[in-house]
């Protein structure tokens, strides 16, 4: 009796999923038919095409598993190659891949003539709905046209990236009432991100475009964070925002427009950075009936100097008596990321015993200082070594 006999298709699913090797979910494919299907999902959710090679090994992909373009394949990125180039007349073999979902466009530099070939490409992925962007120089045009190949939005992330032009209001409105395949429509955007990107790109989409279905916004390493996005952004999404995470530093007249906005009815989560806020931030938040989650993130020293930032921490906090507007609000949550020396300093030698009686030390003070409320407080710690927590792809 095969192995595929004995073994129910969710249990193979689940062995799929908690492999992490490619050379081992190969022999899978390569084992029975069941485990094959199993496998695929896992070893090709997401390609890479960033050369004339890639193309057309995956052009022979294609015509043998053709399953890989129509059910497969999630995500694709295109990106420039230091070396090689994607060719625009290579498109005609690639066969069209309805099952992608997720675009990723990653050219670090300038280059005029990889954007114009991005553009041939697209066409090539019909039900395309994120798009994940790393453009450190862009035109507007090319922006607006990529922008207006995707028939429905769902995600937009921009990472490090910034226009060249005209001004971004004046580059939309040229665009859109000139070029056709420019127009672009944000009205079922769910989700959006601006990390380390210039912020009137989200502003010049944002004026021609409101999303009024967002659901999750990412503001991340603007700083501040600019007054015309933050207020279009509580102007247009106050009634459908669901999570929002705010790295950008928020003044007082972040504070003003905040409490213009009568009060969050969809809102379930809010993460922000401490250090960057004032200290009457809480006292100033608007209510939010259906929050459940307060995420407050630090990167700290671990010596002593660290305990400043809790007292930052409570200073906003002010002992939890401005969480009762939030009355389903079930947790408070500190991500901390914990540096041992400052960059430019020599390393300090702290010890596992040293580390784990700093951080009970922070721990136990902020329970000490959340007097007035008796939900749940948890915390995460992130080590030096680890991924950025406000990674975005």
Same mark, same amino acid.
């Given at each position: 009796?095969?192995?595929?006999?004995?073994?129910?298709?969710?249990?193979?699913?689940?062995?799929?999923?908690?492999?992490?090797?490619?050379?081992?979910?190969?022999?899978?494919?390569?084992?029975?038919?069941?485990?094959?299907?199993?496998?695929?999902? =896992?070893?090709?959710?997401?390609?890479?095409?960033?050369?004339?090679?890639?193309?057309?090994?995956? /052009?022979?992909?294609?015509?043998?598993?053709?399953?890989?373009?129509?059910?497969?394949?999630?995500?694709?990125?295109?990106?420039?190659?230091?070396?090689?180039?994607?060719?625009?007349?290579?498109?005609?073999?690639?066969?069209?891949?309805?099952?992608?979902?997720?675009?990723?466009?990653?050219?670090?530099?300038?280059?005029?003539? =990889?954007?114009?070939?991005?553009?041939?490409?697209?066409?090539?992925?019909?039900?395309?709905?994120?798009?994940?962007?790393?453009?450190?120089?862009?035109?507007?045009?090319?922006?607006?046209?990529?922008?207006?190949?995707?028939?429905?939005?769902?995600?937009?992330?921009?990472?490090?990236?910034?226009?060249?032009?005209?001004?971004?209001?004046?580059?939309?409105?040229?665009?859109?009432?000139?070029?056709?395949?420019?127009?672009?429509?944000?009205?079922?955007?769910?989700?959006?991100?601006?990390?380390?990107?210039?912020?009137?790109?989200?502003?010049?989409?944002?004026?021609?475009?409101?999303?009024?279905?967002? *659901?999750?916004?990412?503001?991340?390493?603007?700083?501040?964070?600019?007054?015309?996005?933050?207020?279009?952004?509580?102007?247009?999404?106050?009634?459908?925002?669901?999570?929002?995470?705010?790295?950008?530093?928020?003044?007082?007249?972040?504070?003003?427009?905040?409490?213009?906005?009568? /009060?969050?009815?969809?809102?379930?989560?809010?993460?922000?950075?401490?250090?960057?806020?004032?200290?009457?931030?809480?006292?100033?938040?608007?209510?939010?009936?259906?929050?459940?989650?307060?995420?407050?993130?630090?990167?700290?020293?671990?010596?002593?100097?660290?305990?400043?930032?809790?007292?930052?921490?409570?200073?906003?906090? *002010?002992?939890?008596?401005?969480?009762?507007?939030?009355?389903?609000?079930?947790?408070?949550?500190?991500?901390? *990321?914990?540096?041992?020396?400052?960059?430019?300093?020599?390393?300090?030698?702290?010890?596992?015993?040293?580390?784990?009686?700093?951080?009970?030390?922070?721990?136990?003070?902020?329970?000490?200082?959340?007097?007035?409320?008796?939900?749940?407080?948890? =915390?995460?710690?992130?080590?030096?070594?680890?991924?950025?927590?406000?990674?975005?792809?």
């Amino acid at each position: 009796m095969s192995t595929e006999m004995l073994l129910p298709p969710e249990l193979i699913d689940e062995i799929s999923a908690r492999i992490e090797g490619k050379s081992s979910l190969c022999s899978m494919c390569l084992a029975s038919k069941t485990t094959r299907s199993s496998a695929l999902p =896992f070893l090709f959710a997401a390609i890479t095409l960033s050369s004339e090679e890639d193309v057309e090994t995956w /052009s022979e992909m294609l015509k043998h598993s053709p399953e890989l373009g129509t059910r497969i394949v999630r995500k694709v990125k295109l990106s420039k190659h230091p070396t090689r180039r994607l060719l625009p007349e290579m498109t005609s073999v690639l066969f069209r891949m309805p099952s992608v979902q997720r675009i990723v466009l990653h050219a670090p530099k300038f280059d005029p003539h =990889f954007w114009k070939t991005v553009t041939t490409y697209l066409p090539i992925f019909p039900n395309k709905t994120e798009l994940y962007l790393t453009a450190r120089f862009i035109e507007w045009g090319m922006l607006l046209d990529i922008l207006g190949a995707f028939q429905t939005m769902k995600a937009l992330v921009f990472l490090d990236t910034c226009s060249l032009g005209p001004s971004a209001i004046d580059a939309v409105s040229a665009f859109q009432s000139r070029v056709p395949s420019s127009r672009f429509d944000l009205s079922k955007l769910e989700r959006l991100v601006l990390q380390r990107s210039y912020p009137d790109i989200g502003y010049a989409l944002l004026n021609h475009s409101p999303p009024a279905a967002l *659901r999750s916004v990412v503001l991340n390493g603007l700083s501040p964070s600019p007054l015309p996005v933050f207020a279009k952004l509580m102007a247009v999404t106050v009634e459908s925002l669901e999570s929002i995470s705010v790295r950008s530093k928020l003044t007082s007249e972040h504070l003003q427009i905040f409490e213009r906005v009568e /009060s969050f009815p969809a809102l379930r989560s809010f993460t922000m950075q401490v250090g960057k806020y004032p200290s009457t931030f809480m006292e100033r938040f608007p209510p939010a009936p259906n929050l459940r989650l307060f995420i407050f993130r630090a990167i700290m020293r671990e010596d002593h100097s660290a305990l400043e930032y809790v007292d930052k921490l409570m200073g906003i906090l *002010r002992g939890g008596q401005d969480l009762h507007k939030f009355p389903r609000l079930g947790e408070l949550k500190f991500q901390i *990321r914990a540096v041992v020396s400052h960059p430019f300093e020599p390393k300090s030698d702290v010890n596992a015993s040293q580390r784990g009686e700093f951080r009970a030390q922070v721990e136990s003070k902020v329970r000490e200082g959340i007097t007035d409320w008796r939900g749940r407080l948890s =915390f995460e710690w992130f080590d030096q070594e680890l991924e950025n927590m406000w990674s975005c792809e």
